[in-house]
């Protein structure tokens, strides 16, 4: 996507962010991060139309795949965040959309079994993984 003219900038409600450098280290488990999204919640069949955002822990990379062993291969393009008791993640409609901690954005949302269901964390594409790649196809 091209804009026309620049966003008008304001540092308050239109911000550009921060992203890792290529195979920046990951943030450490635990981390807080947000993720927003217009998807659906309670996992109900329409999304919203207010932009909806939630805090979760990041999950070592090991323990993502322990969790989805038996369905998907969770490689170094991956980031995982949420809770283990399930509860809150990111859900249909909001694929896409940004995983953040502090002032960077660490992840884009991709997949999860289900929505915010016990043991399977959200996943998410590892922007440190793909940063050269954003570079190239976007020039910033």
Same mark, same amino acid.
């Given at each position: 996507? +091209?804009?026309?003219?620049? =966003?008008?900038? /304001? ?9 890792? +450098? ?6 450490? +488990? ?17 999304? /919203? ?13 090991? /323990? ?35 995983? &953040?901690?502090?002032?960077? =954005? &660490?992840?884009? &949302? ?12 959200? &996943? /998410? ?16």
């Amino acid at each position: 996507m +091209e804009l026309e003219e620049p =966003l008008p900038l /304001n540092g308050q409600t239109i911000a550009s962010i921060r992203m890792p +450098e290529q195979d920046e280290e990951d943030p450490i +488990e635990g981390s807080k991060a947000m993720v927003t999204g217009w998807g659906k919640t309670l996992n109900v069949y329409h999304s /919203n139309l207010i932009l909806r955002a939630t805090f979760l822990p990041i999950v070592h990379r090991d /323990n993502c795949q322990k969790a989805y062993r038996r369905s998907h291969t969770i490689s170094d393009l991956m980031l995982c965040a949420g809770f283990i008791g399930g509860g809150q993640d990111s859900c249909q409609g909001d694929s896409g959309g940004p995983l &953040v901690v502090g002032d960077q =954005l &660490v992840g884009v &949302v991709s997949f999860a079994i289900g929505c915010a269901l016990p043991g399977f964390p959200g &996943v /998410n594409v590892r922007v440190s993984a793909v940063r050269d790649w954003i570079r190239e196809v976007s020039d910033v």
